[in-house]
Nanobody, 119 residues
């Protein structure tokens, strides 16, 4: 059974930093593209950052220059380092694992971790 467990969320002041972690189990982690998404109240879930199985990264415009996604295949973990946090970064952050093999989509989500940016 695939499990993605996020951690590292919390309350932080504007300008502060947080590092989110997502520990994966039940899958061959190195074969999956990993991503972080977020959903604020009343909004749709949106992409924050992705990292492919090969290590290529992609960021939403709002995350560029402030957030860094990375992965440790030995630990089956993906990270999101968030710096210079703003109140508009407040959301539930979700971890995603996906791959396509032989025409079949494999797509898994974690339960989410709350990030609140407020003074």
């Amino acid at each position: 059974q695939v499990q993605l467990v996020e951690s590292g969320g919390g309350l932080v002041q504007p300008g502060g930093s947080l590092r989110l972690s997502c520990a994966a189990s039940g899958l061959t982690f190195s074969n999956y593209d990993m991503g972080w998404y977020r959903q604020a109240p009343g909004n749709e879930r949106e992409l924050v950052a992705t990292i492919t199985s090969g290590g290529s990264t992609n960021y939403a415009g709002s995350a560029k220059g402030r957030f860094t996604i990375s992965r440790d295949n030995a630990k089956n973990t993906v990270y999101l380092q968030m710096n210079s946090l703003k109140p508009e970064d407040t959301a539930v952050y979700y971890c995603n694992a996906k791959k396509v093999r032989a025409g079949r989509d494999y797509d898994f989500w974690g339960q989410g971790t709350q990030v609140a940016v407020s003074s």
